[in-house]
């Protein structure tokens, strides 16, 4: 009877096993038509992931919108750039001419009080000459003759007194034309001076414009790089969540198969005390805790086959305390694994894994997906090796395992 059981038990696993080979040779087709209709866990997780895709599509389109006016934005700096550099000449030619302009008006304005100050000086002595022939012509002509040496004396006296008056009325008129012309000049130099300084505040008033323009496109442009850096962030989490979701949703497809394999006997593993299964739907082991004669070495947990890409959840509440390569911390034989301490003070181990779905420090429940199954490290094939370690010493884990129909 015993046998009959054993031969049963074996056939029905058998038969579970080419099923589920059969639904992954055809790239899980099945589970996305009316195999899964009636799963509204598998629904929720399709759901899930297009919700994802559209939220991708969205910050893609966001990130491109968002590079090309950075683009633009940084065309347009650029060009302010330009700008700025061309109106500083511009600006400093003209405080050049100003300075010339200054210089001019400075020394014109000099000339002017020169030529001013002679005409002045000049009008002083004339009219001192003018003040002396005054008195002169007041005396009588015969005064005049009898104080002269002689004839020639008096006559050259009165020809001199004509000469002078001429030379003065005609050095005033020159001195006063020299005036004329020398504030025009100054009033020329003044005005020129007047539109150079014009001239310089209007460059100026351009140039402080164009810095104003470049601060507000430099302000935008690192408001929109920091938009872009957030955007980009976004991105690769969505990705992130997408690849999980991606993951999540072939997991519960292999679940499922899995279950609609094993027909209506629904054998399974179910945990005695602190821990449960850690492959929901896969429960073949393929290697027990103890010695391997065939391979000369202590096999430290427990082996359970199952397709790439099958959820692993957490046997315990815990935090994890690993997740990764094992590096120096572990055997490299683990391949990519995690590591959970339970607050019980025990430890679990998941090796050969795939991807993860958890990071150091994270608390964990029970059930909770933590990663993927896969073949990494030291492995034959995709399963999943499992530990229960008390104290850091490893235990066999099937104690804490019955088997159920």
């Given at each position: 009877?015993?046998?009959?059981?054993?031969?049963?038990?074996?056939?029905?696993?058998?038969?579970?096993?080419?099923?589920?080979?059969?639904?992954?040779?055809?790239?899980?087709?099945?589970?996305?038509?009316?195999?899964?209709?009636?799963?509204?866990?598998?629904?929720?997780?399709?759901?899930?992931?297009?919700?994802i895709k559209d939220q991708l599509a969205t910050i893609k389109s966001d990130r491109e919108k968002l590079a090309n006016r950075q683009k633009t934005l940084s065309g347009e700096l650029a060009y302010l750039e330009n700008r700025s550099e061309e109106q500083r000449k511009v600006y400093d030619e003209a405080l050049e001419q100003k300075?010339?302009?200054?210089?001019?008006?400075?020394?014109?304005?000099?000339?002017?009080?020169?030529?001013?100050?002679?005409?002045?000086?000049?009008?002083?002595?004339?009219?001192?000459?003018?003040?002396?022939?005054?008195?002169?012509?007041?005396?009588?002509?015969?005064?005049?003759?009898?104080?002269?040496?002689?004839?020639?004396?008096?006559?050259?006296?009165?020809?001199?007194?004509?000469?002078?008056?001429?030379?003065?009325?005609?050095?005033?008129?020159?001195?006063?034309?020299?005036?004329?012309?020398?504030?025009?000049?100054?009033?020329?130099?003044?005005?020129?001076?007047?539109?150079?300084?014009?001239?310089?505040?209007?460059?100026?008033?351009?140039?402080?414009?164009?810095?104003?323009?470049?601060?507000?496109?430099?302000?935008?442009?690192?408001?929109?790089?920091?938009?872009?850096?957030?955007?980009?962030?976004?991105?690769?989490q969505l990705e992130r969540d997408k690849t999980s979701a991606e993951r999540n949703l072939k997991a519960i497809g292999i679940e499922e198969a899995a279950k609609r394999a094993s027909g209506a006997t629904g054998s399974h593993y179910v945990g005695t005390g602190a821990y449960i299964w850690p492959t929901p739907g896969f429960y073949?082991?393929?290697?027990?805790?103890?010695?391997?004669?065939?391979?000369?070495?202590?096999?430290?947990?427990?082996?359970?086959?199952?397709?790439?890409?099958?959820?692993?959840?957490?046997?315990?509440?815990?935090?994890?305390?690993?997740?990764?390569?094992?590096?120096?911390?572990?055997?490299?034989?683990?391949?990519?694994?995690?590591?959970?301490?339970?607050?019980?003070?025990?430890?679990?181990?998941?090796?050969?894994?795939?991807?993860?779905?958890?990071?150091?420090?994270?608390?964990?429940?029970?059930?909770?997906?933590?990663?993927?199954?896969?073949?990494?490290?030291?492995?034959?094939?995709?399963?999943?090796?499992?530990?229960?370690?008390?104290?850091?010493?490893?235990?066999?884990?099937?104690?804490?395992?019955?088997?159920?129909?």
């Amino acid at each position: 009877m015993v046998k009959k059981i054993t031969l049963k038990r074996l056939l029905t696993r058998l038969l579970a096993l080419v099923l589920i080979a059969l639904t992954l040779s055809l790239g899980f087709a099945p589970l996305t038509t009316h195999s899964v209709a009636t799963s509204s866990k598998y629904r929720q997780a399709e759901e899930k992931l297009k919700g994802i895709k559209d939220q991708l599509a969205t910050i893609k389109s966001d990130r491109e919108k968002l590079a090309n006016r950075q683009k633009t934005l940084s065309g347009e700096l650029a060009y302010l750039e330009n700008r700025s550099e061309e109106q500083r000449k511009v600006y400093d030619e003209a405080l050049e001419q100003k300075e010339y302009a200054l210089e001019a008006m400075l020394m014109y304005q000099q000339g002017y009080a020169n030529a001013l100050s002679d005409y002045e000086e000049k009008t002083v002595q004339y009219e001192q000459r003018i003040a002396r022939m005054y008195e002169w012509n007041q005396k009588s002509v015969f005064e005049m003759l009898i104080t002269a040496v002689n004839l020639d004396s008096f006559f050259t006296t009165l020809r001199l007194m004509r000469i002078i008056a001429d030379a003065d009325e005609q050095a005033l008129a020159e001195l006063e034309a020299a005036s004329a012309l020398a504030e025009e000049m100054k009033q020329d130099a003044e005005a020129s001076y007047e539109e150079m300084v014009r001239l310089v505040d209007e460059a100026d008033a351009v140039l402080q414009k164009i810095k104003n323009e470049k601060a507000l496109a430099a302000k935008q442009l690192s408001k929109l790089s920091n938009s872009l850096e957030l955007t980009k962030q976004k991105q690769e989490q969505l990705e992130r969540d997408k690849t999980s979701a991606e993951r999540n949703l072939k997991a519960i497809g292999i679940e499922e198969a899995a279950k609609r394999a094993s027909g209506a006997t629904g054998s399974h593993y179910v945990g005695t005390g602190a821990y449960i299964w850690p492959t929901p739907g896969f429960y073949q082991v393929s290697s027990h805790f103890g010695w391997r004669a065939k391979y000369g070495r202590f096999h430290y947990g427990t082996d359970v086959m199952c397709p790439t890409g099958t959820r692993i959840v957490a046997m315990a509440d815990g935090i994890v305390t690993y997740v990764g390569w094992p590096g120096s911390t572990y055997h490299w034989a683990y391949g990519k694994m995690v590591v959970i301490n339970h607050y019980d003070g025990t430890q679990t181990r998941y090796g050969h894994l795939s991807g993860y779905n958890c990071h150091t420090g994270q608390k964990v429940n029970a059930g909770q997906v933590i990663g993927y199954t896969g073949n990494t490290g030291r492995s034959s094939g995709p399963h999943l090796h499992f530990e229960i370690r008390i104290n850091g010493t490893p235990v066999n884990p099937m104690k804490y395992f019955k088997w159920v129909r």
